[in-house]
């Protein structure tokens, strides 16, 4: 709420919280685009969706963001209280807002990209959750606040996003999630990503930069009194980076005009530059920001935000756009000033190298594509194929190399060649990242020792958890489904907030691959949230090859038993995670 210099005094025997309100015109939170559907999406929606890549389709990553949560209001006081923001801000939406989004990552929650194989068990003396493993902020909130603002981990972009989204709908203020596909980190703000072609083998020029398959931030909505009302509305805030807010209408219209700006806009729509031994070979225009994504306000599907930041790829719209950007903030990008370019005048060409048929598969399946050569000269042409397969991390950087294999093939004149390719399950097994996402380089030189290659990326699909509740509660668990290797752990959090609570029974819930793994998981962890539960954690040992049979797990609900609930599930293991399922009422 934007006070002013009023002043009210109040007497009350409890404690007064006011909270922004975005349905109030005198608030600075109140912007008049936002109807009605969107405020109760964007402020008082309890659960929602953010979306990963996987180079085909997207894939959603479900989320408790639980801000009715009393122990989640006892947190947020907590940070703001204890860290510094003078209590003269708090009626300032873009203070609150930058203060929370510094702070998440600096004070909260500790940031960890490795697997679940290499992350540290523990963390700042406390025992450590892998980032893959939270379905929901409220746990994250409630450990901060418990052991008396020590930093916890672990989290990764959509974690972060996930619990600034819940902080500011805690406070009151409009917000939502951003996925972005394919997302640029440009930190020297040239609005290019350079890559250096070498050996068979591609690698960013500057390691500090890559290309995430896909970087989750937040827009929240607010008054921008500072710079005018036409940057009013949505603002882009990154608590992995810790930038922002800055207006989503400054990118819209490509005036960008100091660095933080120049970040938000090359992560959504930067130029992919290859280099071979100094040369500009070939420039990609339309391969950063290729889809903007945010759940829709029926919460079952996304909502496509890509046109409120930018021309769609492939118009000289998006070009003007992108020049604008760049000569706004007085660089010249190589893509488009570089003298350096080879020319495009070629008088004919003489070979074509291609990788096809490469289609998404499961985990514990080969993976399968072709490489396809023409030769449309008039001499046969005999070409040295160089494949280097590698497991990446998300960011687009080489985890493990997998596979690589050098041949010389003869090419008729005129002719064409299809060689297929392989990459098998012991490939590729324990070499997988988060997201387990694969990269296929194809190179070769001509006669005229003009290099061409062409690469491709992969993500391997994972079957979802399918949760259910189950109708007679936990007089099921003592069933023989449930799994002789079930152990249930104990949490030293279990104490948390002892004024809390229990109405009810625990309720059951059961959960299923939805399609069977053909190879077994060891150390299998389950988590389960719910809005109105207890976060519980499973461990239940091993899970073999095909094993398509329920689980069925407990737990402890503030509700009462005939209640609906939504609920969020996470499997992590040695050999795979990411799995993920829900069932939102």
């Known amino acids: ?98 203060f929370l989004n510094q702070m998440i990552r600096d004070r909260i929650i500790e940031g960890n990209w490795q697997s679940v194989r290499e992350a540290p068990k523990r963390f700042n003396g406390h025992e ?96 921008r009194r500072d710079k005018g009302e036409k940057f009013d509305g949505w603002q882009e805030v990154d608590p992995t980076y810790m930038i922002g807010p800055i207006p989503n209408q400054v990118i819209t219209d490509a005036k960008i005009t100091d660095n933080v700006e120049a970040f938000f806009y090359a992560a959504i729509n930067s130029d992919k530059v290859l280099w071979n031994d100094g040369i500009v070979v070939e420039t990609k225009t339309d391969e950063i920001g290729i889809q903007l994504l945010t759940t829709s306000l029926n919460l079952n599907d996304a909502e496509d935000l890509t046109t409120k930041y930018k021309p769609p790829e492939g118009t000289e719209e998006e070009r003007r756009h992108y020049k604008k ?13 570089s003298r350096n370019r080879r020319s495009a005048k070629i008088p004919f060409a003489t070979i074509s190298l291609s990788i096809e048929s490469l289609k998404p598969v499961f985990v514990g399946e080969p993976v399968n594509f072709d490489i396809h050569l023409k030769n449309p000269t008039f001499r046969t042409q005999n070409l040295n194929i160089i494949v280097q397969v590698d497991s990446l991390y998300y960011f687009g950087h080489v985890a493990y190399p997998i596979k690589h294999n050098s041949t010389i093939y003869s090419v008729a004149s005129a002719g064409t060649e299809k060689i297929p390719f392989s ?31 062409v690469s491709k990326q992969i993500s391997l699909l994972v079957p979802e958890l399918e949760l259910k509740r189950l109708k007679y509660g936990v007089k099921q668990i003592g069933a023989p489904k449930y799994p002789k290797t079930y152990k249930k752990e104990i949490l030293s959090k279990a104490h948390l907030f002892p004024s809390k609570t229990l109405i009810g029974n625990p309720i059951a819930i059961s959960i299923k691959f939805s399609k069977p793994l053909n190879f077994p998981l060891n150390n299998v962890i389950i988590s389960i949230d719910g809005k109105r539960c207890k976060r519980e954690t499973f461990s239940i040992g091993c899970i073999e090859a095909m094993d398509h049979e329920e689980k069925i797990f407990p737990l402890k609900c503030i509700l009462p038993n005939d209640s609906e609930e939504s609920l969020v599930a996470t499997l992590i293991s040695n050999e795979i995670d990411g799995l993920t399922g829900s069932l939102f009422c």
């Not at 672990?154 to 951003?178: H, K, Y």
């Not at 590729?428 to 694969?438: D, I």
């Open 325 to 337: 950007a760049a000569d706004s903030f007085g660089i010249r990008p190589v893509s488009i000033y």
């Open 423 to 453: 990459i098998g399950f012991a490939d590729y097994q324990n070499k997988l990242m988060s997201f387990r996402t694969l990269r296929i380089v194809a190179s070769t030189e001509d006669s005229n020792r003009k290099l061409y290659f």
């Open 1 to 98: 709420m934007y006070v002013g210099y009023d002043e009210i005094r109040y007497k009350t025997r409890h404690r007064l919280i006011i909270l922004f309100n975005p349905w109030s015109p005198e608030d600075a939170v109140y912007v008049p685009s936002l109807n009605r559907a969107q405020l109760d999406s964007y402020v008082l929606e309890e659960e929602g969706l953010m979306f990963s890549y996987n180079y085909q389709d997207s894939e959603p990553i479900p989320w408790l963001y639980n801000q009715f949560k009393t122990e989640v209001l006892s947190a947020v006081i907590f940070v703001l209280e204890g860290n510094n923001l003078h209590p003269t801000d708090y009626n300032n939406p873009i203070s609150v807002t930058t």
């Open 128 to 223: 450590a959750t892998h980032a893959l493993s939270w379905g929901g902020s409220a746990e994250i909130l409630e450990e901060y606040h418990q052991y008396n603002g020590d930093k916890i981990g672990f989290a990764q972009c959509w974690v972060f996003a996930g619990v600034l989204i819940t902080m500011l709908r805690t406070l009151g203020i409009p917000s939502r999630p951003i996925s972005n596909f394919l997302s640029a980190t440009d930190h020297e703000h040239i609005f290019t990503i350079d890559c250096e072609y070498k050996n068979g083998k591609i690698d960013f020029r500057n390691r500090g930069n890559g290309i995430w398959n896909f970087h989750v931030w937040v827009q929240a909505s607010m008054k």
